[in-house]
């Protein structure tokens, strides 16, 4: 076994891509041909064409030689068929199609788009034949027939005899549908992109004209205060002369002042050297920032809530019978939308910063846009809300003084200021009472409001808006982040889209029950990575036990998904697999630490910057790290197969991997104590509930009741230690996923997935050492032997192979006896001294085999 894997290095053929490359340059040709022979046509070929015997082929005087088509009687006779028989000169587009698959074989690409676009061109072909044969009958234009062919005179006159002068307006209709599809082919589409340039254009002309006249009134202004300034310096220049005398006194006893200050204040001591700094230190070190981190967000959080009302814009004030309370209603302004090509430009650019592949980042336009219609202000109903609310309270002798009411997307918030004297606990025991008068599906109760002394009450609009992920991802927020790993959940109830880094949370545990919207809210943080991050930057790692629900991103393997090198599926679907690649993780995660270390530097983005600048030396193992987020949806299946096993590997990560670049997202339906575990739990502060069935759920992901009072369909409440925020998750079709996945998947990408290392606990456990072999091994182990050092880099710079796969080998070749142990820094010791020697060991493997 071990002979024949050595050998395989030797045997040759043709591999399948290289088969399909072939078959696409002959269709390619074959569209070339057919081109040309259309382009030569004519018509008086056919005639000598069929009169050339098998005799003529040999005579140079032949009729063959009239032949004008530049492929000969070959040419005359596909061209007759084609150009005079059928379509006419529009016979140009079979040819273009032909050319086309051929090329979309040659790259490998994806046939679906094309299946589309093939069938909108030969329709296209036979309605220009039959419009063109249209006008030739009627109008003798084009005076030459084979401009339409015989088929499209023929198809012209039937629907002529059918509907009469009718004919040409349908025709004329058919054609403007049919070049609009081919343009866009989403009339909707269209008319909005012309919308929004018409709308950008008049707001450019609208901003040149505040510019022009702001510039004026500022010359103006600069007119005046220089006059003035004239006038006041001739006064002041009297005063000066005046003052002088006085002032070189007092200015003497001021230095004097100065003096003395500088003598009492202390020296700067210079700062001492730091050593390296050990795991631990990096570790703690990276807690102390997650903790300020987490502080300031508090503060900003605070910040926010004084600021929420400013930013919110006043709607309308309800009027009442004169003894009731006012409802002030408002709704946030929104996000400031981007230009859709702002995301895809600066893309361009970044695309362009990483020459190690070609790549494209998604275009914003494969995005659905949402619908004109705004979600309108239901002032009706918010009306019967309040009635009903203060009726209620009323009745239990609660006076409220003030409300207001916040109309999200999904509910309105009604704030209530309570008399001075009413206790607001006693507001928040009628919440059941409240439920049932306003007969909504999910009530909460938000007492009070933090940082306020009001009561908040979050009722659920009657129609809800969907909040499209376009919507959060063209904006300006979203588009000039500094974020490393931007996500754009969706929208508040102020309309602000809600947008976290996932470096700084650093991992996200997320519940809801089945159908409450997890796998769409999954599909938005992927959505807005994929739209951010790079593919040399960014990897995932999928783990899927329910097997259909990220089975979409197959399609990204060689950009952006990292698995195990001997794993057969890119999305892991088996627990003991997924057990594996959880372990992998924690060692990618020591050997990063251990680059960190050897680098000196505290973190990941220290230690790239550090790399890209080539401080650090290849030879030595360094690299460059890209982030890792691992996705796991439904942690349940896996902890309940295998617990602790996938326990401690999630809460190793958790508890270390922030500094190195892995995040976890982790996600379940079931939020019971035995699948979120206190030592899960205490590893992801920030924490996302769908909506979920019980209190008790509730309390299990978020430490308080709430998200069973959610309504489902991407509804959320966001906890990462600084209090709840409901948003309205954005909404991510499969089809966008797709698309997306499509797009990316069709480039050409990296050769492999990024391999995650492989785990060996000790030799004992290593398999037969010549299993599974790589093809490399012999060169592998000739070029230890010549340059007598065992280093993974140079197996990768001479081979030119990942960083895994010569690992790999590099074990392989410990495992045969020909380099010595790991040796942390420094390269393994090479146990062969010459080929001579290591030809020797090779044939007693295989004797041993
Ligand atoms: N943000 C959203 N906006 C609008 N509709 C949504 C949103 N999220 C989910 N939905 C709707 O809810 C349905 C169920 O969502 P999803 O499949 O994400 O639920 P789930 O929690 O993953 O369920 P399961 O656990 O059974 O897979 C979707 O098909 C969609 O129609």
Not at 56 to 72: E, I, M, Q
Not at 147 to 166: C, D, E
Not at 487 to 497: L, M, Q, R
Request: aromatic share 6%.
């Amino acid at each position: 076994m071990a002979k024949n894997n050595l050998n395989t290095s030797t045997t040759t053929g043709l591999d399948s891509n290289r088969k399909v490359e072939i078959i696409g340059i002959i269709v390619m040709s074959i569209a070339i041909l057919l081109g040309l022979s259309i382009i030569s046509y004519n018509p008086e070929d056919y005639q000598y064409a069929k009169s050339i015997s098998f005799l003529d082929l040999f005579n140079p005087d032949a009729s063959s030689r009239l032949v004008k088509n530049w492929l000969g009687p070959v040419g005359a006779y596909l061209s007759h068929y084609l150009v005079h028989s059928l379509f006419g000169y529009t016979s140009i587009i079979l040819a273009l199609i032909t050319g086309y698959h051929g090329w979309h074989t040659f790259r490998r690409r994806d046939f679906k788009e094309l299946s589309w676009l093939t069938v909108l061109s030969i329709w296209g072909m036979v309605l220009l034949s039959t419009f063109i044969g249209w006008l030739n009958t009627n109008a003798d234009f084009p005076s030459d027939s084979i401009w339409s062919g015989s088929a499209g005179i023929a198809i012209s006159q039937v629907l002529q005899n059918i509907t009469g002068i009718g004919s040409i307006f349908i025709l004329s209709v058919l054609m403007i549908v049919t070049l609009l599809m081919f343009v866009d082919r989403d009339l909707q589409k269209t008319i909005d992109s012309v919308k929004i340039w018409m709308d950008n254009l008049r707001d450019k002309m609208e901003d040149w004209r505040a510019e022009r006249q702001l510039r004026k009134e500022q010359k103006a202004k600069e007119r005046e205060e220089r006059i003035a300034a004239k006038k006041a310096a001739k006064e002041e220049q009297k005063a000066e002369q005046q003052a002088k005398k006085e002032e070189s006194s007092s200015s003497d006893n001021e230095e004097e002042e100065l003096q003395k200050k500088e003598i009492a204040e202390p020296q700067d001591e210079k700062e001492p050297v730091k050593p390296a700094p050990s795991i631990d230190e990096l570790v703690e070190k990276s807690e102390a920032e997650e903790r300020k981190q987490r502080e300031k967000e508090q503060k900003e959080v605070k910040t926010l809530d004084t600021r929420q009302r400013a930013s919110l814009e006043k709607e309308e004030v309800v009027d009442e019978e004169e003894d009731d309370l006012e409802v002030s209603v408002y709704v946030g302004k929104g996000e400031e939308e981007a230009d859709e090509k702002d995301l895809d430009k600066q893309n361009r650019e970044k695309a362009k910063e990483v020459p190690v592949i070609k790549y494209k980042f998604p275009k914003v336009d494969l995005l659905d846009s949402p619908p004109n219609e705004g979600n309108e202000v239901d002032l009706e109903e918010i009306k019967e809300n309040k009635r009903i609310i203060l009726d209620k309270l009323k009745r239990h002798k609660i006076e409220i003084v003030g409300i207001n009411a916040i109309v999200g997307p999904t509910v309105t918030l009604y704030e209530l200021e309570p008399a001075p004297d009413v206790k607001i606990s006693k507001i928040e025991s009628y919440s059941n009472d409240l439920k049932m008068a306003t007969a909504s599906k999910g009530l909460r109760m938000l007492s009070p409001i933090p940082g306020k002394s009001a009561v908040g009450i979050e009722v659920p609009n009657s129609t809800r808006e969907t909040v499209y992920i376009k919507q959060v991802i063209n904006t300006k927020k979203f588009v000039e982040t500094d974020f490393v790993l931007p996500v754009a959940f969706g929208k508040t109830i102020e309309n602000e889209v809600f947008m976290i880094d996932l470096t700084k949370m650093p991992h996200l545990l997320i519940a809801g029950a089945t159908g409450s919207g997890k796998s769409v809210g999954i599909n938005t943080i992927i959505t807005c990575l994929l739209y951010k991050c790079h593919p040399d930057n960014l990897k995932f790692v999928m783990i899927d036990p329910k097997k259909i629900e990220l089975s979409l991103y197959r399609n990204i393997q060689n950009h952006f998904l990292a698995m195990l090198p001997d794993a057969d599926e890119p999305i892991v679907t088996d627990t003991t697999k997924a057990q594996e690649t959880l372990e992998s993780l924690c060692k990618e995660m020591d050997d990063r630490y251990d680059l960190l270390k050897m680098a000196m530097v505290r973190d990941i983005k220290s230690y790239n910057e550090k790399y890209a600048t080539g401080e650090l030396d290849e030879e030595l193992g360094h690299r460059h790290l890209p982030y890792i987020v691992v996705i796991i949806d439904e942690l349940a299946d896996l902890m309940m197969t295998a617990g602790k096993q996938i326990e401690e590997p999630i809460a190793r990560l958790a508890q270390l991997a922030r500094a190195i670049g892995i995040h976890l997202v982790v996600a379940t339906q079931r939020p019971s104590v035995n699948v979120i575990t206190g030592t899960i739990k205490a590893n992801f502060p920030a924490r996302i509930a769908y909506q979920v069935a019980s209190k008790v759920d509730s309390r299990t992901i978020l430490d308080q009741g709430g998200a069973d009072q959610l309504i489902g369909m991407g509804d959320m409440l966001f906890n990462n230690g600084t209090g709840l925020v409901r948003i309205q998750n954005a909404f991510v079709s499969t089809e966008e996923v797709d698309e997306i996945n499509s797009f990316i998947g069709q480039q050409a990408g990296y050769k492999e997935p990024f391999h995650l290392p492989i785990i060996k606990e000790d030799v004992a456990d290593i398999p037969d050492p010549l299993d599974d072999i790589d093809e490399y091994f012999e060169a592998a182990a000739k070029l230890v032997i010549l340059h007598q050092q065992g280093s993974v880099s140079l197996l990768q710079r001479k081979l030119k192979i990942g960083y895994n796969r010569a690992g790999r080998i590099i074990d392989q070749l410990f495992n045969a006896g020909i380099v010595g142990p790991y040796q942390g820094s420094t390269a393994r010791d090479v146990l062969i001294q010459d080929e001579d020697e290591l030809q020797e060991l090779l044939d007693n493997l295989d004797e041993y085999d």
